[in-house]
């Protein structure tokens, strides 16, 4: 690789807001740790894109469009063309939808290209039904991902998945998150939150349809004494703020906009469960290990969750949760009764978390993602 300054220069490609997407953020500190000058291409969207101050250099697009086929096609000839006339060392891809002007620029220009896939893009319910979209993206995946020497994803079910539809192995790079036994957590009171409750934080960049928050406000209504933090954004946050309107509710559920991790991990550590309610009705939910879970483990407490296989396979392993059979208000309401009738458990859970979060730390986990870099700079 050419070489500015003694060190790569490598620019990661998101189509996300840049200020929130934590897996991103923590690789790029990484990737900066081992000597490169790294930049960030995103989008701007909303006031955080102005008032956020990030340790790297950023480039984000203004778009004309915010969502649909537009939205997509502008983002990408734009990325295009200012990948093809900037000097980058290292192109990194997030996500199958910056794949392909990092592909083609990588090829012309004959840089190397990292993939770091988060999801299985061509299996998120928001495609269900839409023929030709799915097939357009995935015919982009098909012709681009044989090619492809250098590519992590985040379980290793979507490893294996993506090894057997195209003979290449993803390194497997989970969503850790830092240790954050150094924060301390908000106080009842500054929450405005009733003493003696149980409290209960679900959160999530992309709390959008079939992950359970539905069900959960229903279940709400079911049980007393309990108090709920939303926590993020996503497709069905205006639908459940409408859901809880009424008295019975509203006093109940608190719901707060998106924020930097060590402000969201201040709420996580002072609830007493955290919820992951995806639903087992795509692959990219079935193969999926959500930053939230890692968030509540960093956070020692205890999960609730449904029985997808690589989430069930942590909690299981660590007992640190409790697996709900099926994602319903009244599994829902069961789960949280019990933690709220039996103090021993909920102490013997939050334990198990505690003891979880020392091996289930980025601190550790990020050691794969240096060897993987460092061999992409040997072999390159």
Known sequence: MSRSDNKINAVFSVINCICYDQRVLKIA?????LGCNVTIIGRRRGSCCTKSKLLFRTFRFRMLFNKGFLFYSFFNIRLFFYLLFHNYDLLISNDLDTLLPN???AKLKRKSLVYDSHEYFTGVPELRGRKFVTWFWKSLEKRMFPHLKYVMTV????ALQYEKEYGVRPVTVRNCSLLSSGLKGFSRN???VKPGDLLLIFQGGGINIERGGEELI???RFIEDVTLIVAGSGDV??????RVRDPGLSDRI???DMMPWNELMKYTRSADAGLSLDKDTNLNYRFSLPNKLFDYISAGIPVIAGKLPEVAGIINKYGCGIIIPEITPEAICDALSTLKNDPELLNKLRQNAVNASEDLSWEKESEKLKRFYERVFKEE
Do not use: Q
């Open 29 to 33: 500190g990484e990737v900066s740790d």
């Open 218 to 220: 229903e279940a709400m």
């Open 103 to 105: 592909f083609l620029v």
């Open 190 to 192: 500054e929450m405005g």
């Open 254 to 256: 608190i719901f707060l």
């Open 155 to 158: 379980s290793d079910s979507l």
């Open 237 to 242: 946050i205006a639908s459940l703020k409408n």
